[in-house]
């Protein structure tokens, strides 16, 4: 299975090692975590792994481990690949020649032998892997850390803005947003940031008394701490800084499991939120980036410490886990989706069938990756 990431970075102005490092230190925890589930899913499956890479090309170093298998750091570190026995490449397309002139010993071993199940097992434990990667460093984050919030109360409201025109006042506590409960003021902004031009039942808490407001988040472009510009759904509102409006909570080993998991969740919502809306015209496409805009985030949030640069690993784990789940041959959601027509027609699809897939694949993901590094350099050249 592989999980590439190709793409230049080049061309990012001055201090290109504060960007590269922080990229490659990220970038590496994520595609080893990746590698690691499909590797540890096939030994568990008694399938012979030939290699465990950490990026393509020539080796730089590397070792045999007790069972053969050959663990390495390569020269490209923009990805990494685990091959089994049988595989014809990285993307584990099946090396029919070989099969063919397998020993029986090693055609049990070999990847392209094992049952359907097994395959799709070794297949999905890459991206889930990413997402157990992601709970155990936002629920870590929130040990170490704890977990500071600021209640959902209004501070001011901007003249002319959406707040206003629904009847924001200062002091407004929000409780609630289509009948969904609001803790805290975080809570709030996730839900408006991706309503840009949907009308929202708010619920707030005035002078003791309950009432609801509708209210009409509109899409506005912000700038973040780093000077990038994001666009946003926005009501118009500040949040309140009175110290009993702020507070911080320890966070225990099973709270903090599920704070990572609905962090997690709220990052993979998110994306395909975006995604949807790229499709039905609500979003523009031109906030997808590549690599290059990884390695220009990576170098800026390692600016404001190691706790927000491994914050950004754990989203970066979850973009990485669900981008391998989509159904394009090449990636592991095309693989799984090849197993199961497998599974419902009883035997596989034709090797010609399987072929014109995986070209198909590669055409989409260099498309992708061509449009993503396109946008980068657009970013790189307008901020």
Same mark, same amino acid.
């Given at each position: 299975?592989s999980?590439d ?8 102005g001055?201090?290109i ?8 230190f990220?970038l590496t925890?994520?595609?080893?975590f990746?590698?690691l ?8 499956c008694?399938?012979?792994?030939l290699?465990f890479?950490?990026?393509f ?5 590397g070792f ?14 923009l990805?990494g690949y685990?091959k ?6 990285a ?6 020649? @070989?099969? @063919? /002139?397998?020993?029986e010993?090693d ?9 359907v @199940?097994s395959?799709a097992?070794v297949v999905a ?10 709970i155990a460093?936002?629920g870590?984050v ?6 500071q ?5 209004v501070? /001011?409201?901007?003249a002319g803005?959406a707040?206003?025109?629904a009847?924001?006042k200062?002091?407004d ?7 969904s ?7 709030m902004?996730r839900?408006v ?8 039942n ?8 309950? /009432?609801?407001?509708? &209210? ?15 666009r ?13 409006d702020i507070r /911080? ?6 709270r &903090? ?11 993979i919502?998110r994306?395909?939120t ?6 039905a015209?609500?979003? &523009?496409?031109d ?13 800026q ?10 914050h950004?690993?754990a ?11 989509f ?21 596989p699809l034709?090797?010609?069938a399987?072929?014109m897939g995986?070209?198909?694949?590669l ?8 449009f993503?590094t396109?946008n980068?350099?657009v970013?790189?050249?307008?901020s």
């Amino acid at each position: 299975m592989s999980i590439d990431l190709l793409g230049g970075i080049s061309a990012l102005g001055g201090g290109i090692v504060s960007y590269i490092v922080p990229f490659l230190f990220v970038l590496t925890i994520v595609v080893f975590f990746h590698e690691l589930g499909h590797f540890l899913v096939a030994r568990w499956c008694g399938i012979k792994v030939l290699a465990f890479s950490i990026g393509f090309g020539p080796e730089l170093i590397g070792f045999n481990d007790r069972h053969g298998t050959r663990w390495k750091i390569a020269a490209i570190p923009l990805g990494g690949y685990v091959k089994f026995l049988g595989d014809d490449n990285a993307a584990s397309a099946p090396d029919q020649e @070989a099969l @063919a /002139t397998m020993s029986e010993q090693d055609r049990k071993v070999s990847f392209a032998a094992q049952p359907v @199940a097994s395959r799709a097992a070794v297949v999905a434990a890459g991206p889930i892997a990413n997402f157990l990667l992601a709970i155990a460093i936002f629920g870590g984050v929130f040990m170490v850390f704890g977990k500071q919030t600021t209640t959902a109360r209004v501070d /001011t409201v901007v003249a002319g803005s959406a707040a206003e025109t629904a009847g924001f006042k200062p002091g407004d506590l929000v409780v609630s947003i289509n009948g969904s409960k609001i803790d805290s003021f975080n809570d709030m902004q996730r839900i408006v940031s991706v309503s840009a031009g949907e009308s929202l039942n708010i619920g707030i808490e005035r002078d003791g008394a309950l /009432t609801t407001l509708k &209210a009409t988040p509109a899409l506005k472009e912000m700038k973040d701490s780093f000077g990038n510009v994001h666009r946003l759904g926005v009501l118009g509102i500040s949040r309140s800084m009175a110290p009993g409006d702020i507070r /911080t909570e320890s966070v225990g080993p099973i709270r &903090a499991l599920g704070l990572g998991v609905s962090e997690t969740w709220f990052v993979i919502d998110r994306t395909m939120t975006y995604i949807a809306g790229i499709f039905a015209g609500r979003e &523009a496409a031109d906030q997808l980036g590549g690599p290059i805009r990884i390695a220009q985030v990576s170098g800026q949030v390692a600016t404001a410490g190691f706790g927000a640069l491994i914050h950004l690993a754990a989203v970066l784990s979850v973009s990485i886990g669900l981008l391998n789940l989509f159904p394009i041959p090449l990636l592991d959601g095309g693989h799984l989706l090849f197993y199961g027509i497998e599974a419902a027609r009883g035997r596989p699809l034709s090797e010609r069938a399987q072929e014109m897939g995986f070209r198909i694949g590669l055409a989409v993901v260099v498309m992708l990756m061509i449009f993503a590094t396109f946008n980068d350099i657009v970013h790189l050249a307008t901020s």
